[in-house]
């Protein structure tokens, strides 16, 4: 144990000296915002720390961390408990609003296979939009009622959005703005924080112990764990959204969780699915 | 509405395999919503699969199985092309029913 982390913080601190000296010529190197680096080595990291994994696999989360699991998630997947939630999701997303006009509208491509963009920078905002926000303002643009973030409809919708996109990888942007890049800078700060009564930071379960068990559970890996939202928890009994997720992280470590869709998680979402750019969207998906 | 009921068979040599995905609240009775109400009892009591006319599953349950259960089992006989009768009743005397052919 004490050996490989060493080694991984060993190849992290290679990684980064190399970005270092790639990224030389500006004074400022290593203060500068880089998130196509901090992505590199967030990937090298995980790569690093499990050697046998295929990047695609990580979007599996747990059920790819061992043999076990793996058959598992095979037998969970040829009768997947998200599937009522998909049809759900399906009909819902069909369904025109009270003025006629429908999701399709409000989203590129009629929204198919999008998923994989969200979320984005929206510049005359100058914030992150997720797809979860998306749904809901285009739902206000047609005079209907939002959703709760973290219920049921939100995951229907945002499963049958990711159902369509399965296999396109994140393709998450960075415009060259400053506000984006904050926005970036932010998720990460977030991301890497200790907070709660229990004191961890996300990172301290799903970098530094993704494959250890907390409980009966085995911890994923943060690399790829958004491409599987929303997700059906057997803990839950039920579907849950990204926002469900971050809300149900910040009380397990007993700290005090943000609104569904603050700035804060939105930077966070922002981060986490840039870091996870060129794996391929995997949700719905269903874990323990 | 569709149906509240998933199947998939499968028949290879002489037995078949049946996996079902039922969807129901399976309330217990023992739990309270956010206003501090008991949500009343609501579970399916019988669960029925016929193969061709024939009984080959029967299940009697009560509060403790799961919200949404999976079932899956396998019996002698079944051939491909059979027809699969699934029903369940509840005890609000609510039911549903759906026929899959064994494949």
């Known amino acids: ?288 | 509405m569709a149906s509240t009921i998933r199947v998939r068979a499968t028949a290879t040599g002489d037995t078949t395999e049946v996996q079902a995905l039922i969807q129901h609240p399976m309330d217990s009775g023992f739990v309270k919503d956010a206003q501090g109400q008991i949500i009343p009892p609501h579970f399916i009591q019988q669960l029925t699969f016929e193969c061709n006319g024939k009984a080959v599953f029967v299940a009697d349950w009560g509060t403790a199985v799961s919200k949404d259960p999976y079932v899956k089992f396998s019996f002698k006989g079944g051939n491909k092309g059979d027809d699969l009768k699934i029903s369940w009743i509840d005890n609000k005397g609510a039911s549903d029913t759906t026929t899959a052919k064994i494949s």
């Open chain 1, 1 to 288: 144990m004490k050996v490989r982390s060493a080694i991984s913080l060993a190849s992290v601190a290679l990684a980064l000296a190399a970005l270092t000296l790639a990224a030389a010529p500006p004074a400022s190197a290593a203060n500068a915002i880089d998130p196509a680096a901090d992505a590199r080595a967030f990937q090298k990291f995980f790569t690093t720390k499990f050697p046998k994994l295929k990047l695609e696999d990580f979007v599996n989360g747990p059920y790819s961390l061992n043999e076990d699991m793996h058959r598992q998630w095979v037998e969970k997947e040829e009768f997947p408990p998200y599937e009522f939630s998909l049809d759900m999701g399906k009909e819902m997303f069909a369904q025109p609003f009270k003025n006629g006009k429908s999701y399709a509208d409000c989203f590129a491509n009629g929204g198919i296979g999008i998923r994989q963009n969200y979320p984005y920078f929206d510049d005359k905002e100058g914030k992150v939009v997720t797809l979860e926000l998306a749904l809901n303002r285009c739902r206000q643009a047609n005079g209907e009622a939002p959703f709760s973030y973290v219920k049921d409809e939100m995951a229907a919708l945002t499963g049958y959005m990711a159902f369509t996109s399965r296999g396109k990888p994140f393709d998450i942007k960075i415009p060259n703005d400053p506000r984006a890049l904050e926005a970036f800078e932010t998720g990460k700060q977030y991301f890497y924080t200790r907070r709660g009564q229990l004191n961890f930071s996300c990172a301290s379960c799903h970098v530094q112990n993704p494959g250890e068990r907390i409980r009966a559970e085995i911890l994923a890996p943060a690399l790829g764990i958004l491409n599987a939202m929303p997700i059906y928890r057997s803990e839950w009994g039920g579907m849950g959204t990204i926002s469900r997720r971050f809300i149900t992280c910040n009380v397990q470590t007993r700290g005090v969780p943000l609104d569904p869709q603050s700035d804060e998680y939105r930077d966070l979402e922002y981060y986490l699915s840039y870091v996870s750019n060129g794996l391929p969207i995997s949700g719905p998906g269903a874990r323990p």
